[in-house]
């Protein structure tokens, strides 16, 4: 089983680079493979509670993220940086995530055998 390492740095909507990660995530775990997903930069906005996309006339797939633990994705990470630049905390996200430093996701990513950017 190789070890994959999502990393989200794009805001959830404007692009298609964080649903799409989204899809390649539940599709590697439905393989059993190893996975785990990073949020910075406006990534972390992926997972921020509240989100209502009907102004912008694009589906919310943000309740998709509560569902990765029924495919046994439970390494969620959240750059500390990225959340504090924002104004953001722990507590503002819909999932539960271990909130890492820039210095300590660097040594995570390191020890991963693939890892991918979105």
Same mark, same amino acid.
Request: hydrophobic letters at 45%.
């Given at each position: 089983?190789?070890?994959?390492?999502?990393?989200?740095?794009?805001?959830?909507?404007?692009?298609?680079? $964080?649903?799409?990660?989204?899809?390649?995530?539940?599709? %590697?775990?439905?393989?059993?493979?190893?996975?785990?997903?990073?949020?910075?930069?406006?990534?972390?906005?992926?997972? %921020?509670?509240?989100?209502?996309?009907?102004?912008?006339?694009?589906?919310? =797939?943000?309740?998709? =993220?509560? $569902?990765?633990?029924?495919?046994?994705?439970?390494?969620?990470? +959240?750059?500390?940086?990225?959340?504090? $630049?924002?104004?953001?905390?722990?507590?503002?996200?819909? +999932?539960?995530? $271990?909130?890492?430093? %820039? %210095?300590?996701?660097?040594?995570?990513?390191?020890?991963?055998?693939? +890892?991918?950017? =979105?």
């Amino acid at each position: 089983m190789k070890k994959f390492m999502f990393v989200n740095r794009k805001a959830p909507y404007g692009t298609v680079y $964080a649903l799409e990660s989204l899809e390649v995530v539940l599709i %590697a775990a439905t393989f059993d493979q190893d996975c785990s997903l990073v949020f910075l930069d406006d990534g972390v906005y992926q997972l %921020a509670k509240g989100q209502n996309t009907k102004g912008i006339g694009l589906k919310n =797939f943000s309740p998709t =993220f509560r $569902a990765l633990d029924d495919y046994d994705i439970d390494k969620l990470y +959240v750059e500390r940086e990225s959340l504090e $630049a924002r104004g953001l905390d722990e507590d503002d996200l819909m +999932v539960p995530v $271990a909130v890492l430093s %820039a %210095a300590e996701l660097g040594e995570l990513m390191a020890s991963q055998d693939v +890892v991918l950017s =979105f």
